[in-house]
């Protein structure tokens, strides 16, 4: 649901003088099989199972914007041979036709317990506009694995394996909009020093339908139906044409502190009505 930018830990890029893939639904499918097997013969360690999620799960995959996101969890802590060789392999497959792609490892006791803080043993991802490749993230914590769990469990697909909801358990409701709202006020701040990427608005759309709905969706999805309870927040609008490459305007627009205001407050009446913080999913 929260999605930010996050800075590489190692960087460790993958070169390539090839144009980054525009590729349709079909084929990103096919590419996420490839990657999965890839992962299975690199691995040398036992995968309790790898799970598709994000855009193309929910079939808002949108050639030449949207990645291909994988959970990948482990019986037990990836092996720093197993890194090398699991990177090397994506890289690979993709080094043909450069891919945008989030692939996160995790562990069957991580996914079994979820704490506000779980551990991602790795994260390989690459992203436009040259979906150069790069580890991102090892043995690091990261609240943002929640929503992916969350997200796994509503409406991941099996690539290999057990499905997510027999791996990862509910995620506490609660701890979700505590995420949403940080990242809300964070956005924010942000938004007095003048710097306001696409991401936000679209974002903020999908937080305050999941705050009033419980439903995860596409940032589209959440976009009409925010501009449905808010016909003038021109900057949802102005966001969806600069995400579709549609440039229009400047997205720090007036309505942007209002359209904040109204995700942060349907998060924090959600939040009084979990009971006690013991909400789950």
């Known amino acids: 649901m929260v999605e930010r930018e996050k800075p590489a830990v190692r960087a460790t890029t993958l070169d390539s003088t090839k144009e980054p893939s525009k590729m349709n639904s079909e084929k990103a499918l096919e590419t996420a099989h490839q990657v999965t097997r890839g992962v299975l013969e690199s691995v040398r360690q036992p995968v309790d199972g790898i799970v598709l999620?994000?855009?193309?799960a929910s079939a808002a995959y949108e050639p030449g914007r949207s990645d291909i996101d994988l959970l990948v969890v482990l019986g037990?802590?990836?092996?720093?041979?197993?890194k090398n060789a699991v990177f090397q392999a994506v890289a690979d497959l993709l080094a043909p036709s450069p891919t945008a792609i989030d692939l996160r490892f995790t562990t069957r006791a991580t996914a079994a317990a979820?704490?506000?803080?779980?551990?991602?043993d790795?994260?390989?991802?690459?992203h436009p506009p040259d979906?150069?490749?790069?580890?991102?993230?090892?043995n690091t914590t990261d609240p943002d694995l929640l929503n992916e769990f969350a997200i796994c469990r509503a409406y991941g697909r099996t690539m290999h394996g057990r499905t997510a909801r027999e791996m990862i358990s509910p995620v506490r409701h609660d701890w979700l909009l505590e995420i949403a709202d940080n990242e809300l006020a964070t956005w924010q701040r942000v938004h007095a020093q003048g710097y306001v990427?696409?991401?936000?608005?679209l974002t903020a759309c999908r937080i305050w339908r999941y705050a009033t709905e419980r439903v995860f969706c596409s940032k589209?999805?959440?976009?009409?139906?925010?501009?449905e309870r808010a016909p003038d927040c021109d900057v949802i609008v102005k966001a969806m044409r600069a995400h579709q490459g549609q440039r229009d305007g400047d997205l720090d627009a007036a309505t942007l502190p209002q359209l904040l205001t109204r995700a942060r407050d349907a998060v924090a009446k959600a939040l009084a009505r979990s009971s006690s913080g013991a909400s789950r999913e």
């Open 53 to 56: 999620h994000g855009s193309l």
């Open 76 to 82: 037990e802590p990836l092996q720093p041979a197993s």
């Open 114 to 120: 979820p704490s506000r803080l779980p551990n991602i």
């Open 122 to 126: 790795l994260e390989i991802a690459a």
């Open 131 to 138: 979906n150069a490749l790069q580890i991102v993230a090892e």
């Open 197 to 201: 990427p696409t991401i936000v608005p």
């Open 220 to 227: 589209h999805e959440a976009a009409h139906w925010a501009l």
